[in-house]
């Protein structure tokens, strides 16, 4: 009798873990979405985009396709390696900071508004988000302005490098950079995720002009944090950062809890009915991160 008790245990608990394999991706047939040239070559697979995005919205415009949403870009990956899903969307800067990291992963460069999804420039830019009526944005576009494309892609490849190894030292001066050491004219307070490599990330060593979050012994860096270091200086202030999980950046910057949102998010006109826009500080095409094939 008791050994009829343990193998119907043993059974039961098998079935668990295969119900439970089942549900993070184990038991899902995966659909092989290397060779999409356009977007219908996507149908039948499972997308995600993360929750509260434009790329979301833009992945729910397609047919054929399962679409899973979650909440940041640490838990897609995790989906995407365990098999849950087939492909997730993201920025190329993010795409080439990820496919640098993890060798069984490629993207589907996609062409916005050509064989990929159609996307406005405001969709797939992003931009500095200030309280609605702020002067800020009169104030930083200047600063914006200032920054010549050569230079944004310029800092966009050296922040793809850094974060392969995001403590360890670069090895040349970032090249975006203020002359102005003046932060009289007090604190700039600035949120962001703080978890979306190569736009904001957070690592353990102040290497590469990484900023210390505010509340923590951890330290932020990555594309947002050195345009957030430039404007804050040359506006002669000082720069906090925060680090704040992207559904509660939106209400935490009209609750006045810090003055501006720079966290690579794209002013769509749904967020420019809550927040004001700078002009946008980066472009980039939307792309379909995928495991490649064995």
């Not at 977007?39 to 697979?45: K, Q, R």
């Not at 508004?113 to 609605?132: H, Q, W, Y």
Request: charged share 20%; with cysteine; aromatic share 8%.
């Amino acid at each position: 009798m008791r050994t009829r008790i343990t193998l119907i245990s043993l059974l039961t608990l098998a079935c668990i873990l295969l119900c439970s394999l089942a549900s993070c991706g184990g038991g899902r047939e995966h659909v092989d979405i290397s060779g999409a040239t356009d977007l219908s070559g996507l149908a039948g697979a499972t997308i995600a985009a993360q929750t509260g995005t434009f790329h979301l919205d833009a992945l729910n415009t397609l047919e054929g396709v399962t679409v899973k949403e979650y909440e940041d870009f640490s838990k897609l990956l995790v989906a995407l390696k365990s098999g849950a899903i087939d492909g997730y969307v993201a920025e190329e800067p993010t795409a080439l900071s990820v496919v640098a990291s993890n060798s069984d992963l490629a993207y589907l460069p996609l062409v916005n508004n050509d064989t990929g999804f159609t996307a406005s420039d405001a969709d797939t830019g992003i931009a500095v988000a200030f309280k609605t009526g702020s002067d800020m944005v009169a104030r930083v576009n200047p600063i914006i302005a200032s920054i010549s494309v050569t230079t944004r892609s310029a800092l966009m490849a050296q922040i793809v490098k850094m974060s392969e190894n995001m403590d360890a030292p670069l090895g040349e001066d970032i090249v975006l950079s203020s002359s102005n050491k003046d932060t009289s004219n007090g604190t700039l307070r600035i949120a962001m995720e703080c978890n979306y490599a190569p736009f904001n990330w957070t690592q353990t060593t102040d290497a590469n002009g990484a900023v210390k979050i505010s509340g923590s012994n951890f330290y932020a860096n990555g594309y947002d944090v050195q345009i957030a270091k430039y404007i804050a200086a040359e506006l002669g202030m000082a720069l906090e950062i925060f680090a704040v999980e992207w559904d509660s950046l939106i209400p935490g910057l009209q609750a006045g809890t810090y003055d501006g949102i720079i966290a690579g998010m794209s002013p769509t006109a749904e967020r420019e009915k809550e927040v004001d826009f700078t002009d946008c500080y980066y472009n980039s095409n939307l792309v379909i991160i995928y495991k490649k094939a064995r």
